[in-house]
């Protein structure tokens, strides 16, 4: 089958606005499709709106940022886009993520660069601004040749003008999901950098807050990583999803869409529309 559980508009940092993406899904003619912004669902009912308008089969989604000391991200389904929980945490992330952006102008500016939150904002045209914008900048005033070199010296994790968000509790994120009545998942597991029993630990924690699946299918994952995640996804008794994480030309490698044949992915779809 040929879906997407994981993509993002330009509500955060994609460069295809909700419209733009259900167009983009029924073209490519998926089966399952969802927007998964970064710490927020201001895409969502645009995106509802649209997949009704052009008969697009469509699941509302998010993608949490968590605390941890590797990447960790939580996919969220199907949630109550009005739950008051959901809602005041995802308020209180992004004030977390303004603090953090002004405090990166302030580093780029001390260290020389001509760069301001309006440019940067500019850039972001919806309203969540991460880093890609910055790099976008950076890129646009000549300080660095590509986006590559934008993050390899400056605003990578751990360089010099990058500055850290708060974040949630993975755990916190898992039981958010939950109780806004949808379906959490644990988004490009090998961004977790864990060995099979570190990650199975994890799982089975996170598990007993309400956690759904893990995300298997995923565009850089190799053939022996999905094999190793399903394994594991088995022996837990987590669902899998599939997605590619599709960001427009903000990551021009990425295509709209994943076509996987599994029996489980079968299943757990089927489990996610019920
Ligand atoms: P932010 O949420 O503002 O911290 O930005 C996170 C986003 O920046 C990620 O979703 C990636 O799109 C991008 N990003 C972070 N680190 C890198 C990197 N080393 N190379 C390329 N893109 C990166
Ligand atoms: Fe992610
Ligand atoms: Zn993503």
Redesign the pocket.
């Known amino acids: 089958m040929l879906l997407d559980l994981h993509s993002h508009s330009t509500f955060s940092?994609g460069t295809y606005t909700p419209e733009e993406l259900i167009l983009k899904a029924k073209e490519k003619k998926l089966e399952l499709y969802s927007i998964t912004d970064?710490d927020n669902i201001n895409a969502q009912k645009e995106a509802i709106f649209y997949a009704e308008k052009h008969k697009v089969n469509y699941i509302t989604g998010l993608e949490i940022?968590c605390k941890f000391k590797n990447m960790f991200d939580i996919l969220g389904y199907r949630i109550d886009l009005d739950n008051n929980a959901l809602n005041k945490t995802l308020e209180k992330v992004q004030t977390f993520?303004k603090n953090r952006n002004k405090l990166m102008i302030e580093r780029l500016n001390s260290l020389g660069f001509n760069i301001t939150l309006e440019e940067v904002a500019e850039e972001a045209k919806g309203d969540v601004?991460?880093?890609?914008h910055f790099?976008r900048v950076l890129l646009k005033k000549g300080y660095v040749k590509d986006?590559?070199e934008a993050?390899?010296k400056y605003?990578?994790?751990g360089k010099i003008g990058h500055i850290p968000?708060e974040k949630i509790d993975p755990k916190e994120a898992v039981k958010l999901i939950k109780d806004a009545g949808g379906f959490p998942v644990i988004a490009h597991p090998k961004s977790l950098k864990l060995s099979y029993t570190e990650l199975k630990k994890v799982i089975l924690e996170l598990k007993k807050h309400g956690l759904w699946g893990i995300e298997v299918y995923y565009l850089n994952h190799t053939v022996s990583e999905i094999k190793m995640f399903r394994e594991i996804a088995v022996e837990t008794g987590l669902y899998i999803t599939a997605g590619s994480d599709f960001?427009g030309s903000?990551?021009p490698d990425i295509d709209l869409g994943i076509k996987v044949e599994d029996e489980l992915l079968e299943k757990s779809i089927n489990i996610l529309l019920t």
Do not use: E, M, Y
């Not at 601004?129 to 890609?132: D, E, F, K, L, S």
């Open positions: 940092d970064h940022s993520r601004i991460g880093r890609p790099a986006r590559d993050f390899d605003l990578g994790d968000k960001h903000n990551k």
